[in-house]
């Protein structure tokens, strides 16, 4: 999951967030240095969350205030994970900027539309999507119906709506197979 957490709900996830930010780029027509970085950040996009206290990242109740702030952090430790590894610099602003929303109501720094990095943009929305569709400690995950119908109600406000609108191309794709090894 590209994490070492003990957190069976983090199973996967940064997995399946880069597969679907890679197919919403694809359908954006990104150009292959930022598919390259968007793979790679996704990749990394929460690697701050290995400095989260198992008792917050595990938590079967809504955070309080102060374990929320402890919880946003994981931006910033990511950044500070990251940053001494030149070859990392490209991915930075993905880990930093993936959880601002286009309203400003995001954090770390509420940004606002273009002012949110692109491929954080892009990010944002396969993150929020796998988050809605699976389930947590303190919830169960919704259908990827109602996570979709959600995902496009933000459209505009909190996510990009031009990748949303990727997302939904993506999903409808249908699911590229590696060819079956062949036994000889």
């Known amino acids: 999951n590209g994490l070492p957490s003990k957190s069976p709900w983090t199973a996967g996830h940064s997995e399946r967030v880069t597969a679907l930010a890679d197919a919403i780029a694809a ?38 205030d102060k374990e929320l702030v402890i919880m946003r952090n994981h931006v910033d430790l990511g950044v500070r994970i990251l940053s001494p590894i030149g070859a990392y610099a490209p991915v930075i602003p993905i880990v930093r900027y993936h959880h601002e929303r286009l309203d400003g109501s995001g954090y770390p720094d509420g940004l606002r539309g273009d ?38 109600e933000s459209a505009g406000v909190l996510f990009d709506a031009d990748v949303v609108r990727a997302l939904t191309s993506a999903l409808r794709r249908p699911a590229r197979r590696e060819p079956a090894a062949t036994s000889t």
């Not at 290995?50 to 809504?62: Q, R, S, T, V, Y």
């Not at 491929?119 to 400690?137: E, G, H, I, K, W």
């Open 115 to 152: 002012d949110i990095p692109l491929l954080a943009r892009v990010l944002a929305v396969p993150d929020v999507y796998d988050a809605l569709t699976s389930n947590r400690p303190y919830r169960e995950g919704w259908t990827p119906e109602r996570s979709l119908a959600f995902m496009h």
């Open 27 to 64: 359908e954006m027509g990104l150009p292959v240095a930022d598919r390259n970085t968007l793979h790679r950040g996704g990749l990394l996009h929460d690697i701050g969350k290995i400095g989260i206290p198992p008792d917050i990242l595990d938590k079967d109740k809504p955070l309080t």
